[in-house]
């Protein structure tokens, strides 16, 4: 029997380029293959080709667009999923659900519906954990699977092929009677290494990936940690993938798509030091070389983690800073200072990483006084690029509840709530009223300036030409991604290549 595993579409309405490939689904279709099922993995913004924009100046104009999109039935993009769906006439339909393109994930399982009445449709991934009850509410919606689904999803596959009971199946949500049923949560799979590997190979499409597309990868699950903006489904808790498990994988990459350039999405890639150590060693013992990049944090670096791994290829490495405004700073939880932030920057620069240090702005208690300190931090550590987001809460998190406290956000919006509103602006009971000491015009105008002020920090010609030469050695074993980068470049400098199209 197949199952058909869908990431909805959302560059198709925002223009907004998506990079890499959707690896938990990649995770998902290894598991329903060992367990006997056919599967196949349908990236919508894949289908429709790679172009998009990287200029978030403009990002809350380009996500009303997508608001146009979802609720548009004559759109190209739902004509193409009806299509391809049909052709692959699959017996299970899988979709994956993110809270900020939730509204796109009720369209796409309306669409499914409507070419295949009878074929049963799951929701997974993060919005579906956080908010299984509202996930529910969707008609078209038979099962929702909470948490990791690398062990529900076969079980509760192979229940439905053998007409069994699922009430015993953990970390399932189904309806029995008309009433909504929450079997109870399941435990994480403590060996990551008793995993199939991402199955790349069920990705439709894959001519609309780069050999870097490919590189995604995670080498841990899980974060010690306790952000307040962040929903810690993992119970601060970190559980590691084997080095050995890891080549395994860095080679079935480098073998079949000629990936010079990896990305490993762990939340906190250098929490463990000696499993970094291990690793970079076994990178550094491979007939070839690769560059990868990281995420981390300010207090996880020091100058000998970043020579063991700068020597073994690393070349990018993100870190997120958060605010310039030590109280909005300590109201994140993160637990780091700004002495720790320009610690770690002084060493990044001395080392010569290119490295990324990501901001919000938007906060329930900020001012107009911390944002201006944010503005100002960035140019006192001066990152090779700098990222800006408003701040978007999500449900199950401090700091949701807290402005559900303060009478910003509605913790219980509809279904056709998401089908309505900007990405941006869920659960705000009035989106002109994001913060409590600033109106909504006055935030408005200040967020927009300082999206303006960090797309010119990042197209100043010199970080263009730092982040190009992090990655030399990379274009020298792909050449396409030099053109691929130097198009994006000048696209965020107003420039367009020919034939590198952002519509």
Not at 255 to 268: A, H, I, L, M, V
């Amino acid at each position: 029997m197949k199952i058909l595993l869908i990431d909805p579409p959302f560059k198709s309405f925002t223009g907004i380029f998506n990079f890499y490939f959707p690896l938990g689904l990649a995770y998902l279709a290894g598991c329903a293959k060992r367990a006997g099922f056919d599967c196949r993995i349908l990236d919508m913004d894949a289908a429709e080709g790679k172009g998009g924009t990287l200029d978030f100046a403009h990002e809350y104009e380009r996500y009303a667009s997508y608001i146009k999109g979802i609720n548009s039935s004559h759109h190209p993009t739902w004509d193409l999923l009806k299509q391809l769906v049909c052709e692959e006439k699959p017996d299970f339909i899988g979709i994956t659900a993110m809270t900020t393109k939730f509204g796109s994930v009720v369209r796409t399982a309306q669409v499914c519906r409507e070419v295949l009445p009878g074929v049963p449709i799951i929701i997974g991934g993060a919005h579906a954990s956080t908010m299984p009850e509202l996930t529910m509410q969707v008609p078209e919606v038979d099962y929702v699977i909470r948490g990791e689904g690398d062990e529900i999803l076969p079980n509760l596959l192979k229940a439905l092929r053998d007409k069994q009971g699922i009430a015993g199946i953990r970390g399932v949500s189904f309806r029995s009677n008309g009433n909504v049923i929450h079997n109870p949560d399941a435990v994480f799979t403590t060996d990551l290494d008793s995993l199939p590997l991402p199955d790349r190979g069920a990705l439709m499409h894959p001519k609309s990936y780069s050999s870097e597309d490919m590189g995604v990868m995670l080498t841990s699950r899980g974060c010690p940690f306790q952000c307040s903006y962040c929903f810690h489904m993992w119970e601060r808790r970190v559980r590691y993938r084997s080095v050995k498990n890891i080549m395994e994988e860095i080679r079935q990459v480098r073998r079949e798509y000629g990936t010079p350039q990896f990305s490993f999405k762990d939340d906190s890639f250098t929490v463990k030091k000696s499993h970094i150590h291990e690793l970079c060693e076994a990178i550094k013992a491979e007939p070839y070389k690769i560059g990868w990049t990281c995420t981390t944090r300010v207090d996880l670096i020091s100058d000998e983690i970043l020579s063991v791994m700068k020597d073994a290829g690393c070349n990018v490495i993100s870190v997120g800073v958060e605010s310039g405004s030590e109280r909005i700073l300590a109201e994140t939880d993160k637990g780091i200072t700004h002495n720790q932030i320009r610690r770690a920057a002084r060493l990044l620069n001395k080392h010569h990483i290119f490295w990324s240090g990501y901001f919000m702005v938007g906060l329930p208690t900020e001012t107009e006084e911390d944002i201006q300190k944010t503005l100002d931090f960035v140019g006192e550590i001066k990152p090779y690029y700098a990222g800006l987001g408003v701040y978007n809460p999500f449900p199950r998190t401090k700091l949701f509840d807290q402005a559900v406290e303060l009478g910003l956000l509605d913790p219980a919006p509809t279904v056709d709530h998401f089908l309505k509103t900007n990405p941006k602006d869920l659960f705000f009971k009035d989106p002109k009223k994001r913060v409590m000491a600033i109106s909504g015009e006055r935030f408005e105008k200040i967020s927009q300036e300082a999206s303006t002020y960090f797309h010119r920090y990042n197209t100043n010609p010199w970080n263009l030409i730092r982040r190009g030469f992090a990655r030399r050695k990379v274009y020298v074993q792909d050449p396409s991604l030099l053109y691929r980068d130097l198009g994006k470049a000048l696209e965020m400098l107003g420039i367009k290549l020919p034939g590198n199209s952002n519509t």
